[in-house]
C-alpha cells in the first residue's frame, strides 16, 4: 500500500502509529487499532524511517543488524542466523565487521531495512525511505524492498511523495486529507481516474507537474565567493581541488551520488568548516570590512551574508515554538519588535505554517520541519543562501510555494547555493550546476 496525502496530513503519525512507536504527546487518539487482533508491538510491525544515518546505531555491520533481534530477545545462533540473510535479502552484501559510518546513503537504508527485517515483522513500514538518496540509491531501495516482499509475504505500508518510484510495487493508493480519507483503490483507479484533483490537493502524481515560478529581470551578477584549489573535509579531505565561483543573483546547483561530498562542500562555502587546503575568499562587497575567509567569521556576521539550512532540519531548532524559532534571527540583528512580528508573520503565512505558530518545533512533519528550517534563515534575509536538501518531505504545492520564495530572492540579487538530489529544482533554480563524483 503506497500511502499519499498533503504535507503535515498525518501520514508519519499513522506509520509511528502502526509501529507502536507513537508519543502521547503527539495528539489525540480515538478508536481502536490491532495488528492481528493484537495492539501494535515490537517486532511485529517494523519501521524505516526518511534519513538513513538516524537509524545506525551501532559502529558495525552485523552489530546494528542484530540490534533489533537482541532486544526481543532472540536467541545468539538465531540472531546471526537472521542477520545474515537479512543482508542477502536486501542486497548488502558487504563485511559484518563493516563500519556503518563508511557505508553510502542508499547502503544506510538497506541497511536499516535489513534490521527490521531480521525481527520478521510481518508489516513492514517505511517512512520516505528515499527522500535524500541520490537515483542510484533510490533504485537500490526500491528493488531490495521488491525482494523482501516477495521473500516473506509481509505486508508494506510506504509513504512517498513522489509517487512514480513506488508505482510498479505496490497494489493499493490510500490518499489522506485534512479532514481524513480522500482515496482509497488501485493505483489506476487512484492515480488515472483522480490524478487531476491529486494533484491539485499537492500531491506529486505522474504526468501532473508542479507549477514552477514565474521569473523576472535579475540584476547583474557579481562573484561573492571564490574557491580555488580547494580541498574540503573534516578531518582530512573527501573532495579536492574545487574550482567555482558563486555569484550574485544567480542559482548554483551540486548534484552528485551520496557521499560524494555535497553537504561537506557546502558547510565550507557557507563558512561553517575550514578548509582542508586551498583558498575560499569572499568579495569585498561581501565582507563589508571584514577579513575575506568566511570560517573566521563570527556568528552574527554570518547573518546577513551567508544563511545556511542543515540536511537535517533538528540540527538547527533552538527555541521552543515555530514562532519563536523564526524570531531568532531577526532578534539576534537587534531589529525593532514590529519588523521582527511582520518578518516572521509574513513567512508563516507563506510557507504554511501559521497554524503550527505555538507548535514545538520537533512535533512537526518532516515537511513542515524542513520549511521552518528554511525560513529561520530567510528571515534574516542574508546575501548568500546555501541550501542542503531544501525541498525534501514536500508535497507539489508546498514544494511549488517554497520554490518561488527562493526564486524570488535569486530574482532581487540574492545568490543560492543547492546540494540536491531533486532533478525538477535544479530545473527551475540553477544557472550553473557542479556535478560532484
Known sequence: ML???????GKS???RALAGVLAPDEGDAEGSLLIDGAAPAPGRAGLVLQDPDSQVILARVGDDVAFGCENLGVVRDEIWSRVRHSLDEVGLRVSLDRST????GGQKQRLALAGVLAMGPGLLLLDEPTANLDPQGVTEVRDAVGRVLDATGATLVVVEHRVAVWQDLVDRVIVLGPDGLIADGSPTAVLDRQGADLASRGIWVPGHPPTRPVRRPRPVAQIELSARALNVGRT??????????????????????????KSTLGLTLAGLLPPVAGELAASDDLRRGIP???????SRDLLTRIGTVFQEPEHQFLAPTVRAELAIGPRALKLPQAEVDARVSDLLERLRLTHLAAANPFTLSGGEKRRLSVATVLATRPR??????PTFGQDSRTWSELVTILAELIDDGSGLVMMTHDTELVATLADVTLELT
Open 3 to 9: 500511502l499519499l496525502g498533503e504535507s503535515g496530513a
Open 13 to 15: 503519525t499513522f506509520l
Open 101 to 104: 559510518a563508511n557505508l553510502s
Open 236 to 261: 582530512h579531505a573527501v573532495l579536492e581541488g574545487v574550482e567555482l565561483d558563486v555569484s550574485s543573483a544567480r542559482g548554483l546547483a551540486i548534484t552528485g551520488p551520496n557521499g560524494s561530498g
Open 292 to 298: 575575506p575567509r568566511p570560517w573566521k567569521w563570527r
Open 384 to 389: 548568500l543562501l546555501v541550501l542542503d536538501e
